[in-house]
């Protein structure tokens, strides 16, 4: 995907309910609009971005820049709005690949899940296709629950527009932040509180190697009301980080997103 600077689109392949776009997908997709820094080669600074509203599927929504905010609109009202973050975001603790592989029995969406659909962590989506994270309940940390899951980019997730030192495809920048978002969710027990996202914030230092496994680690940060606070870490096959991020989820009724 080569971001264009005056609209953003988001295929029905990146939906998350079937009739709007997976938040964490949308939200990439905006921030790569957003300029690296000069010096930070391919690693990108923390982005925040609020969704308005559910991302329409396989429309041209026009790009505007308001007050230093990149923000996305539909039907001239605001869908989202990306702005860059002015902290900087602390991991989530590994976990070990043999223990994610373990916890992927244990993901609840395989019994019960809001979104089939979703491209990060949807049940019904193919191999190849979807992300396929299936997170499940792992070690806490800190008192916190966490869940984890692991991921392994498929060829049909690289991007080729970005010229690398190495010739290992990477997946794309709204790939990344896909893989970031719904194991936020699942560590704060999204089958029976279902979920949608309402603001990200994500720092990406790497883009993941396409076919490399890799660990999603999710934790739970509380609540408040409709609201609930997670984060999440990408962790490469080496232990090290690829990308961490923040959410705000807002509890919905399934139904109005089916």
Sequence with gaps: MNPSNDRLIVPRRFCGPPSSGNGGWTAGALAATIPLDAGRGHAWPAVTVALRQPPPLDVALPLTDDGGARVATYDGRPVAQARR??????????VPADEARGAEATYPGLRSHPFPTCFACGTEREEGDGLRIFPGEVTP????????????????????????RDDVPHASLPVTWAALDCVGAWAADMADRPMVLGTMTARVDA???IDEEHVVVGAARGQEGRKTFTASTLYDADGRVVACAEHVWITIEPAAFA
């Design 141 to 164: 940390e800190d008192g916190q629950a966490r869940a984890a899951g692991t991921w392994r980019p498929h060829p049909s997730h690289a991007e080729d527009w970005h010229e690398y």
């Design 207 to 209: 883009l993941p190697a």
């Design 85 to 94: 973050a002015e902290r900087d975001l602390e991991p989530v603790g590994p």
